[in-house]
């Protein structure tokens, strides 16, 4: 069964950009956030948003270059990407919940659905 869709990624050169997608299947979600794991790396926070854009949190390595974003009627969040540095390559993963995660946006167990995972690859 899968809960949650993700769609997007790809490969750029340096200061492209991308846009990906999550969309939940059959369910309705409060909250979105996105982890990425680079090669050897631990997952790690990138982006949160709860499905009203009230508030959104970013991580400091992509504060001013991805925006967070969400489409109510389709309960679908976006991570548009821009500015990609080769360091932004990793594994992205859509995470969400059906209830509100609020301040606990950092922790992962707080997502009880992921997604399958899109490959980001920064390179020239």
């Known amino acids: 069964q899968v809960d949650l869709v993700e769609s997007g990624g790809g490969s750029v050169q340096p200061g492209g950009s991308l846009r990906i997608s999550c969309a939940p299947a059959?369910?309705?979600?409060?909250?979105f956030a996105w982890f990425r794991q680079g090669p050897q790396m631990e997952r790690e926070f990138v982006a949160a948003?709860?499905?009203?854009?009230?508030?959104?949190y970013y991580a400091d390595s992509v504060k001013g270059r991805f925006t967070a974003s969400t489409d109510r009627a389709k309960n679908t969040a976006y991570l548009q990407m821009n500015s990609l540095k080769p360091e932004d390559t990793a594994v992205y993963y859509c995470?969400?919940?059906?209830?509100?995660?609020?301040?606990?946006?950092?922790?992962?167990?707080?997502?009880?659905?992921w997604g399958q995972g899109t490959q980001v690859t920064v390179s020239s």
């Open positions: 995470a969400a919940n059906e209830y509100y995660v609020g301040s606990y946006y950092l922790d992962r167990g707080r997502y009880k659905y």
């Open positions: 059959g369910r309705t979600f409060e909250s």
């Open positions: 948003i709860d499905k009203l854009a009230v508030t959104i």
